[in-house]
Every structure is written in C-alpha cells, then in structure tokens.
C-alpha cells in the first residue's frame, strides 16, 4: 500500500527501508535533491546519471508561475518520485506569501506528487518563545485544516511538519501531536537549516532525537534541509530517513566544493580530492577558467556525487553494523561534529534502544578510546554484568588484554579454572569491564580488536566498571591472576573484601 514503510536492516537507531510510493518503491536512507522549477541547474537526465530517482522541487512556485497544466509527472517524467515541498521556506525567507495553507495544498492534490507538504510555518532559530509556540500551534492547526483533502487523497504520501526550533519542549509536543494523526503516512523536522549553518549541531542533534523519540518507530522520518554530506551519518544514526537540500547547488554558485568532511572553496583546491566523472576529466584550475554558468553547473554535479556517495556509505555501514564506528571517525574531521558525535552520545540509551541485538555482517568490533565505550553492545554487556547472579561466593580475575580469544579455550584460563573450581571466573578486559569466561564465546565478547596503547581515561572508566560489577555481588573473596603485566594491573588495588 502506499505509504508502507518496510525496515530492512538497522544499526543504532538508523535504518535502511522500502517507502512505498505511487512511482515505485524507494530505499532508505534517501536524499531528495531540491530542484528549482524555473531555473534547473542540474538537468533531470544529469541527476539520474549520479543516481537520483527522485527530487523535491516547490509547489508554491510551481503554482505561482503556471508551470503546469497538468500532474507534475506529465510535465517531468514517469520515473522519478517526486517530493513537494509548500512555500515554507520562502516564507522563512522572505516573510509571509499571499498563498494559503489550502490553495496551496489544493493545488497539490490537483498535480499529483509522490510526496506532498502541507504550508506550514518554519520555526526557524528564533530565540522568542512565544514566537516558536506561534509556529507549532500554527502548524498543527494547518495540519488539520486541510485533513480533508489528506484523507481523499491515499496514494499521496502527505508530510506532518515538526517544528519547534531550539524549544525542545515545544518541539516534543509538535512530534507527538503530529504523530497522533494517522493519515499523515510521513513526518519531517522542519528548521534545521539555520543551525546547521551556525554549525550548532549539537542543537541539530537534540531536536532531531526530540522530534524521533517521541514518535512511532515505523513512520518514515524526514529532515528538511539537511542535506550536506558531513551531517547525513549522524542524522540517520539518529533515526532520519530522508533529507532534502539545495546546498548542493547553492553551494556551487558560490564555488563551494562538497567533500565528505568538509566544503572547500574551489580556488583554494590545487587537486580534486575526488574521482567523479567530474573531477575525472577537470582539475580545479581548469574548472576555475570555464565560464560561470558551466562551472556552476559541473560543481553541483560534482556536489550530488559527493552526497550520493555519503549515502551509501552509510547504508552500507548500516549493513556492517559499523555505523558507530563510522560517526567516530567522522567526527574527527570538525569540532563541530565532535560535539554533534558527542550530543549523540548522550542518547546512548536510545541507540541501544534500537539497535539489533543480533547482526549478521559484523566481524568484530573496533573499539579506540573512551568514546567507544558507549557502543550500545558495551551498555548492553555493563547491564548483563549488573544483573548477572554469583555462582560462588568466591571470584577469579583475570586480566584479559593478553590473552587469545576466545578466553575459555586460552590454555592460561582452562588451567586457572581447572585449579579452581570453586570459585566463579570472570576475564577483566579494557572497554568491556568484566567478562563471564563461560560467556566468552557470546558475541561481541571475544570479537574485537583493541589499540596496544589504551587511553588514560578508557583505563580509569573500566576500573569503576569493575568495582561497580562487583560491589552488591558480596564476594568473600577476590583473586586476581595475570595482573601484574596488564594495562589493568590497577585493578589489584580494588579492595578484596568490599
Ligand atoms: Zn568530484
């Protein structure tokens, strides 16, 4: 049916899904580009050539300059799936358009997109409280102006905007007001924008897990104008389906350079860092001689490469269940994005939330420093050690970081335990804290790869595991074995009798 969302793989809290539309189904996470009806500077053939089969393009200017006569799919083609969006923007932009919320909806339903907006009204980054309630009680009132025309319309997928800007309280009531009207098949968070081009994105960050958190899992999430490259495999961590954004072209009129880490400017590039059919045939000094028009247009191109291939990685990161690595090493290309990775770490909780207890791609885990640590399968394990019941009134530990894996066939550990059977066994490791050896052969227990040189901090943080591991388990006795060479040697100072 349209409208159907159908989750296919998940890691984190992202996925990749089937979003099911009148022009075919359409896998997520997915980047809608946002294509100017009276001035394209990307050709609809170009965009297919970089892999787009959809765009999202404006109906209040479509409508405002008579550009149809009739659906939009007669005037663009069969096979794209086509978003619109309603004048928001413009509004953000340039104040209030003469259009209303119901012409321009009416006018919607009359050229047939995919996907449709209703004329809601963008908080933007206001610092006016009032101002921002305005906006969400606006918006929510619009919503339920034009249900009727929603509910005689089924094979358009309709959009509820989510607004509330930096209030993230109005913001969680927009989402879960939103959320109660079924016949909206879609959400979308409306403002980012402005943040992201303040880099605020820890602010990004909040609101997105806001709006996320307090709607249903299974309603496909959009983030509008979220669009560039560095901030895509954070937002889908999170939980974002669709993005849209003209930055790819916005950003080469002003010869701006997308890369996955960062913009460039073009005259400040001796090389192309990148081997699309654009930077292929050009060098940057060429491209910098073309006439403008044609600059332009081979920098948006190279843009959209740029953003499809960030897509695709993170869905295949998705696929790896690699997708917290993936964050992690983005987020040390901007302290901008270092805040934004650790934003997000503040949601661990959530993540682990969502994120599959079995995957079937992952090898093993790549853990690097502290940050590693709030990987939801560590929470997981610091939460099974919680719970975990002494078998024995007596415990072994042993240091566990030169040991092979997994720990229970390690010659070391068969003979340990065969001396003492008396006692329960548990192997101290870096990251994880304690490890049941019974349990080592469980994923992701034996399967991880560790530096040689482990940071102070990851050190001091599984020490307080430990002890917190074994304080309520009443222990009446605890002997370490094979400390004295461990990076946790430490440990033997954690006071037997607790
Ligand atoms: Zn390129």
């Given at each position: 049916?349209i409208?159907?969302f159908?989750?296919?793989?998940?890691?984190?809290?992202g996925?990749?899904?089937?979003?099911?539309t009148k022009?075919g189904k359409?896998?997520?996470p997915?980047f809608f580009p946002?294509?100017?009806p009276?001035k394209?500077?990307?050709?609809?053939?170009?965009l297919?050539?970089?892999?787009?089969?959809n765009?999202?393009?404006?109906s209040?200017?479509?409508k405002k300059?008579n550009i149809l006569?009739?659906?939009?799919?007669?005037?663009?083609?069969d096979?794209?799936?086509?978003?619109?969006?309603?004048?928001a923007y413009?509004?953000?932009?340039?104040?209030?358009?003469?259009?209303?919320n119901?012409?321009?909806?009416s006018?919607e339903?009359?050229?047939?997109?995919?996907?449709?907006?209703?004329l809601?009204i963008?908080?933007g980054?206001?610092?006016?409280r009032?101002?921002?309630?305005?906006?969400?009680?606006m918006t929510?009132?619009r919503?339920?102006?034009?249900a009727?025309?929603?509910?005689?319309?089924?094979?358009i997928?309709?959009v509820?905007?989510?607004?509330?800007g930096q209030?993230?309280?109005?913001?969680?009531?927009s989402?879960?007001?939103?959320?109660?009207r079924?016949?909206?098949?879609?959400l979308?968070?409306?403002s980012p924008?402005v943040?992201?081009e303040?880099y605020?994105?820890d602010t990004l960050?909040?609101?997105?897990?806001?709006?996320k958190?307090?709607?249903?899992r299974g309603?496909?999430?959009?983030?509008?104008g979220?669009?560039?490259?560095?901030?895509?495999p954070f937002a889908?961590?999170?939980?974002?389906?669709s993005?849209d954004?003209?930055s790819y072209?916005?950003?080469?009129r002003d010869n701006?350079?997308?890369?996955?880490?960062?913009t460039?400017?073009?005259e400040?590039?001796?090389?192309?860092?990148?081997?699309c059919?654009v930077?292929s045939?050009?060098d940057?000094s060429?491209?910098?001689?073309?006439?403008?028009?044609?600059?332009?247009?081979?920098l948006?191109?190279?843009n959209l490469?740029?953003?499809?291939?960030?897509?695709?990685r993170?869905k295949q990161?998705?696929k790896e269940?690699r997708l917290?690595?993936y964050?992690?090493?983005k987020?040390?290309s901007?302290?901008?994005?270092?805040s934004?990775?650790k934003s997000?770490?503040?949601?661990?909780?959530?993540?682990?939330?969502?994120d599959?207890?079995?995957?079937?791609?992952?090898?093993g885990?790549l853990?690097?420093?502290h940050n590693s640590?709030?990987?939801?399968?560590?929470?997981r394990?610091?939460e099974f050690?919680?719970?975990?019941?002494?078998k024995?009134?007596?415990v072994?530990?042993?240091?566990?970081?030169?040991?092979?894996?997994?720990?229970?066939s390690?010659?070391?550990?068969?003979?340990?335990?065969g001396?003492?059977?008396d006692?329960?066994?548990?192997?101290?490791?870096?990251f994880?804290?304690?490890?049941?050896v019974?349990?080592s052969?469980?994923f992701p227990?034996?399967q991880?790869?560790i530096?040689?040189?482990?940071?102070?901090t990851?050190?001091?943080?599984?020490?307080?595991k430990?002890?917190?591991?074994?304080?309520?388990k009443?222990y009446?006795e605890?002997?370490?074995?094979?400390?004295e060479?461990?990076v946790?040697s430490h440990?033997m100072?954690?006071?037997?009798?607790?």
């Amino acid at each position: 049916m349209i409208g159907d969302f159908e989750v296919k793989d998940e890691d984190l809290a992202g996925r990749i899904g089937i979003l099911e539309t009148k022009h075919g189904k359409l896998e997520t996470p997915v980047f809608f580009p946002v294509i100017n009806p009276l001035k394209q500077e990307v050709f609809l053939e170009e965009l297919k050539a970089v892999g787009f089969n959809n765009f999202i393009t404006n109906s209040f200017i479509l409508k405002k300059n008579n550009i149809l006569q009739g659906t939009i799919h007669e005037k663009f083609g069969d096979n794209f799936v086509i978003m619109t969006d309603s004048g928001a923007y413009q509004i953000l932009e340039y104040g209030e358009i003469e259009q209303t919320n119901r012409d321009i909806v009416s006018f919607e339903a009359k050229i047939r997109p995919d996907i449709a907006v209703f004329l809601d009204i963008p908080t933007g980054n206001t610092d006016d409280r009032e101002e921002a309630k305005f906006s969400v009680e606006m918006t929510l009132e619009r919503g339920k102006e034009i249900a009727d025309i929603v509910d005689q319309n089924e094979d358009i997928i309709w959009v509820h905007p989510i607004q509330g800007g930096q209030f993230l309280d109005l913001v969680e009531y927009s989402a879960r007001e939103a959320n109660k009207r079924t016949n909206y098949k879609m959400l979308a968070l409306g403002s980012p924008t402005v943040f992201m081009e303040k880099y605020k994105y820890d602010t990004l960050v909040d609101m997105i897990y806001t709006a996320k958190s307090s709607v249903s899992r299974g309603v496909p999430f959009h983030l509008f104008g979220g669009g560039v490259p560095h901030i895509i495999p954070f937002a889908v961590a999170l939980g974002v389906d669709s993005f849209d954004s003209a930055s790819y072209a916005i950003f080469a009129r002003d010869n701006r350079y997308l890369t996955s880490e960062r913009t460039y400017r073009l005259e400040d590039l001796e090389y192309f860092p990148c081997s699309c059919p654009v930077c292929s045939r050009y060098d940057p000094s060429e491209l910098l001689e073309m006439k403008s028009e044609e600059r332009y247009k081979l920098l948006a191109i190279h843009n959209l490469w740029k953003i499809r291939e960030e897509v695709n990685r993170v869905k295949q990161a998705i696929k790896e269940g690699r997708l917290f690595e993936y964050i992690q090493q983005k987020a040390y290309s901007h302290p901008a994005l270092y805040s934004a990775f650790k934003s997000i770490l503040k949601y661990s909780s959530y993540l682990e939330k969502y994120d599959p207890r079995v995957k079937g791609n992952v090898k093993g885990l790549l853990l690097f420093d502290h940050n590693s640590m709030n990987r939801p399968e560590l929470l997981r394990h610091s939460e099974f050690m919680a719970n975990l019941k002494p078998k024995r009134n007596k415990v072994i530990i042993i240091c566990g970081d030169k040991l092979g894996s997994p720990f229970i066939s390690d010659p070391k550990v068969k003979s340990i335990q065969g001396r003492n059977r008396d006692y329960d066994t548990f192997v101290a490791l870096p990251f994880y804290g304690l490890v049941p050896v019974m349990a080592s052969e469980a994923f992701p227990l034996s399967q991880f790869e560790i530096p040689d040189i482990i940071d102070d901090t990851t050190l001091n943080e599984t020490i307080l595991k430990i002890k917190e591991t074994l304080r309520n388990k009443n222990y009446a006795e605890i002997k370490f074995m094979e400390c004295e060479k461990s990076v946790l040697s430490h440990i033997m100072s954690i006071n037997p009798t607790l």
